[in-house]
């Protein structure tokens, strides 16, 4: 099973600030990668696929980039509505698996 | 409009089984990958089982194997998971999610407490 492990776990932040979360794999996942924004109460939604390429009607400020085992999606001028968890997905074995999740708060 | 939603949620006791299902809506439900995820209370998301097209490839997480089974008619479009021998560990929010590049649409969940 790939292990992914993101960091950091909280990451407290004030408006229009970048927020720079990890994802790190333990075997090379080429650049299988998706990252997900979750808020309380609803379900995932996707943000980045393919490490680096933005979903549809995901607003410029988030960016992915990363291959092989280390992943990082930067959320450029944080908003208040960007409050959530974030987390990693990859889908290069045929057993997926997610990372922990790091939480984002807006100060 | 892309739409999944899923039922057959609720409590079931310890060992006993569930049926979850999952009506898709606005796609071509026979032309995308599915799959489950669940999301225990205050934790992270887990991918729990995968299913092809065709329904002739299946994959499922350690943690369900062998209890869990996955299914889909396309003529309904519509995916299963049937749930046996539940335990405490198996109480969480599941959703089914369709897979394009990652999983791009996902249901709202629908809840399964496993409690006595």
């Known amino acids: 099973e790939i292990v992914l492990t993101q960091s950091p776990g909280t990451l407290s932040l004030s408006p229009g600030e970048r927020a720079t979360l990890s994802c790190r794999a333990s075997?090379?996942?080429?650049?299988?990668l998706a990252w997900y924004q979750q808020k309380r109460g609803q379900a995932p939604r996707l943000l980045i696929y393919g490490a680096s390429s933005r979903a549809t009607g995901i607003p410029d400020r988030f960016s992915g980039s990363g291959t092989g085992t280390d992943f990082t999606l930067t959320i450029s001028r944080l908003e208040p509505e960007d409050s959530a968890v974030y987390s990693c997905?990859?889908?290069?074995?045929?057993?997926?698996?997610f990372g922990q999740g790091t939480k984002v708060e807006i100060k | 409009e892309v739409q999944l939603v899923e039922s057959g949620g609720g409590l079931v006791q310890p060992g006993g089984s569930l049926r979850l299902s999952c009506a898709a809506s606005g796609f071509t439900f026979s032309s995308f990958e599915m799959n489950w995820v669940r999301q225990a209370p205050g934790k992270g998301l887990e991918w729990i089982s995968y299913i092809s097209r065709s329904g002739s490839t299946i994959s499922y997480a350690d943690s369900v194997k062998g209890r869990f089974t996955i299914s889909r008619d396309n003529a309904k479009n519509s995916l299963y998971l049937q749930m046996n021998s539940l335990g405490a560990e198996d109480t969480a929010v599941y959703y089914c999610?369709?897979?394009?590049?990652?999983?791009?649409?996902w249901g709202q969940g629908t809840l399964v407490t496993v409690s006595s």
């Open positions: 997905l990859q889908y290069h074995s045929s057993q997926r698996t």
């Open positions: 999610a369709r897979a394009t590049v990652a999983f791009d649409y």
């Open positions: 075997q090379s996942i080429s650049n299988y």
